[in-house]
């Protein structure tokens, strides 16, 4: 009995991480990218770091809304591929590329005529305000090719296939590294564009992803295809998948501001130490967390769709465990190394002192969020959105803000009750998803939309 639960334990194992490491590199390449923007701006001064870092908090907005109708695709996709109905998977990927590139027009607006204003109502000083500023309003330029690049990514994978998306993104985020060292640098005979040629490399690898993915999709190099819209009920059905995981990304953008406000209320040197050390965990176990998420997310989706509902809870957990056991490790290794981590980007050394601060809480809160991203993920192709919503702002309300607030400003407990927040913020999180996973509504709710949409198992 034991040895057939450990061999289905390993099955499971064996197929997510089979799903899992393309996404796991196309991420790990992903965030080399974000990397190598901070290490190279680290270069040019502590305000131009946090200048891209407070820039950053806008340029992540369209990509939460890129993530949340990507959550809504990548559900009825893995799911419709389990249940074999291809005519409603690519229907609802068609609806949500068009959506997205509608979604991403707005933003393009805001960066060209309100940049330099947005870090500006941060508190942020005026050589900060003028380098995010410039940043932005590049990045922001390719909003609708960034929500079309995640969106036809996450439909591919849906269906099984996870490899495409990691072979173009792979040669996206390497000429976005390259690019940025070039520009920014002015290697060569190519003139040293500083903060303008880091923001162009990025735009650069945001519309070349969004071009290829589309041209993949559309050339039959993957199991789907385009078609004309026509079902109100996909639509409805994607947008109400969709709908909490954009609330979530909207409110926690909301929240990010006076976030990073109180950062600011303790220095530059602070906020940048902030972005420092949280890159560290982007680059090195942040990977990790959203391979298994996206594992998680296709392997449930299709159990559910297979009509195994039981199946596809064990293989929640199963992953879950995965996350667990490899990426706390990596947050043991972080901790111990943190100090050396940080400093490849910066020879400061109050900022370096700091970084290793917000670093080693990272690694600290490492299990706690494995475990919240793989069930949120497991739960999103299940069609429930809005639990991971409540758990992440709440967690976000009561840790980063509250804790950093009160104890740390009130208080008078300064920088160390920050570090406290953001393990208190993943703790509170990871509790919330683990209870509404384990409770199961999502399976009820993926039927009944299931049968909605005529996407029951073995119908065509």
Same mark, same amino acid.
């Given at each position: 009995?034991?040895?057939?639960?450990?061999?289905?334990?390993?099955?499971?194992?064996?197929?997510?991480f089979?799903?899992?490491?393309?996404?796991?590199?196309?991420?790990?390449?992903?965030?080399?990218?974000?990397?190598?923007d901070v290490?190279?701006?680290g270069?040019?001064?502590?305000?131009?770091?946090?200048?891209?870092?407070?820039?950053?908090l806008?340029?992540?907005?369209?990509l939460?809304?890129?993530?949340?109708?990507?959550s809504?695709v990548?559900?009825?996709s /893995?799911?419709?591929?389990?249940?074999g109905?291809?005519?409603?998977?690519? @229907?609802?990927?068609?609806?949500?590329?068009? !959506?997205?590139?509608?979604?991403?027009?707005?933003?393009?607006?805001?960066g060209?005529l309100?940049?330099?204003w947005?870090?500006?109502?941060?508190?942020?000083?005026?050589?900060?305000?003028?380098?995010?500023?410039?940043?932005?309003?590049?990045?922001?330029?390719?909003s609708?090719?960034?929500?079309?690049?995640?969106?036809?990514?996450?439909?591919?994978?849906?269906?099984?296939?996870?490899?495409?998306p990691?072979?173009?993104?792979?040669v996206s985020?390497?000429?976005?590294?390259?690019?940025?060292?070039v520009?920014?640098?002015?290697l060569?005979p190519?003139?040293?564009?500083h903060?303008?040629?880091?923001g162009?490399?990025?735009?650069?690898?945001?519309?070349?992803?969004?071009?290829?993915l589309?041209?993949?999709?559309?050339?039959?190099?993957?199991?789907l295809?385009?078609?004309?819209?026509r079902?109100?009920?996909?639509?409805?059905?994607? !947008?109400?998948?969709?709908?909490p995981r954009i609330l @979530?990304?909207?409110?926690?953008?909301?929240?990010?501001?006076?976030?990073?406000?109180?950062?600011? !209320?303790?220095?530059?040197?602070?906020?940048?130490a902030?972005?420092?050390?949280r890159?560290?965990?982007?680059?090195?176990t942040?990977?990790?967390?959203?391979?298994?998420r996206?594992?998680a997310?296709?392997?449930v989706?299709?159990?559910?769709?297979?009509g195994?509902?039981?199946?596809?809870?064990?293989?929640?957990?199963?992953?879950a465990?995965?996350?667990?056991v490899t990426?706390?490790?990596l947050?043991?290794?972080?901790?111990?190394?943190a100090?050396?981590?940080?400093?490849f980007?910066?020879?400061?050394p109050?900022?370096?002192?700091?970084?290793?601060?917000?670093a080693?809480?990272?690694?600290?809160?490492?299990?706690f969020t494995?475990?919240?991203v793989?069930?949120?993920g497991?739960?999103?192709?299940?069609?429930?959105?809005?639990?991971?919503?409540?758990?992440?702002?709440?967690?976000?309300?009561?840790?980063?803000l509250?804790?950093?607030y009160?104890?740390?400003?009130q208080?008078?407990?300064?920088?160390?009750?920050?570090?406290? /927040?953001?393990?208190?913020?993943?703790l509170?999180?990871?509790?919330?998803?683990?209870?509404g996973?384990?409770?199961?509504?999502?399976?009820?709710?993926?039927?009944?939309?299931?049968?909605?949409?005529?996407?029951t198992?073995?119908?065509?």
């Amino acid at each position: 009995m034991l040895s057939g639960g450990r061999q289905r334990l390993f099955g499971v194992w064996r197929r997510v991480f089979g799903l899992s490491w393309p996404v796991m590199a196309e991420q790990f390449l992903r965030t080399l990218m974000r990397t190598t923007d901070v290490a190279v701006t680290g270069l040019f001064s502590p305000a131009a770091v946090a200048a891209v870092g407070l820039a950053d908090l806008y340029a992540r907005l369209p990509l939460r809304i890129g993530l949340g109708l990507g959550s809504g695709v990548i559900a009825l996709s /893995s799911q419709d591929t389990g249940s074999g109905a291809v005519a409603n998977r690519n @229907e609802a990927i068609t609806q949500a590329v068009i !959506l997205g590139a509608l979604a991403g027009i707005p933003f393009v607006v805001f960066g060209v005529l309100f940049g330099q204003w947005g870090i500006r109502i941060l508190g942020a000083e005026s050589e900060v305000v003028r380098l995010g500023g410039i940043y932005l309003a590049i990045i922001l330029a390719t909003s609708p090719a960034r929500h079309v690049a995640v969106v036809t990514a996450r439909s591919i994978q849906g269906a099984g296939d996870t490899r495409t998306p990691m072979y173009v993104n792979a040669v996206s985020n390497a000429f976005n590294i390259a690019g940025t060292v070039v520009l920014g640098l002015g290697l060569g005979p190519i003139p040293e564009l500083h903060i303008v040629g880091v923001g162009l490399a990025t735009a650069f690898g945001n519309v070349f992803s969004a071009l290829v993915l589309v041209v993949a999709i559309w050339s039959h190099r993957t199991p789907l295809s385009f078609v004309r819209p026509r079902e109100w009920t996909i639509t409805t059905q994607l !947008l109400s998948i969709s709908a909490p995981r954009i609330l @979530e990304g909207l409110l926690t953008f909301v929240m990010e501001f006076p976030f990073n406000a109180i950062l600011l !209320l303790f220095g530059t040197e602070v906020n940048a130490a902030y972005q420092i050390g949280r890159r560290v965990y982007q680059q090195i176990t942040a990977p990790l967390s959203r391979g298994y998420r996206t594992g998680a997310s296709i392997v449930v989706g299709q159990t559910l769709g297979d009509g195994d509902p039981e199946g596809a809870r064990f293989n929640g957990w199963a992953t879950a465990l995965l996350g667990l056991v490899t990426v706390g490790a990596l947050g043991a290794a972080v901790f111990v190394g943190a100090e050396w981590f940080v400093g490849f980007f910066s020879d400061d050394p109050e900022t370096v002192r700091y970084a290793t601060g917000f670093a080693r809480a990272y690694a600290l809160a490492a299990p706690f969020t494995v475990l919240y991203v793989v069930l949120a993920g497991a739960l999103t192709s299940g069609s429930d959105t809005r639990t991971p919503l409540v758990g992440r702002v709440t967690g976000m309300f009561v840790g980063m803000l509250g804790v950093s607030y009160v104890v740390g400003v009130q208080w008078g407990y300064g920088v160390p009750a920050i570090y406290a /927040s953001i393990v208190v913020y993943y703790l509170w999180a990871m509790a919330y998803v683990g209870v509404g996973f384990y409770r199961g509504a999502w399976i009820e709710r993926t039927q009944a939309m299931m049968d909605e949409r005529g996407s029951t198992p073995g119908e065509k």
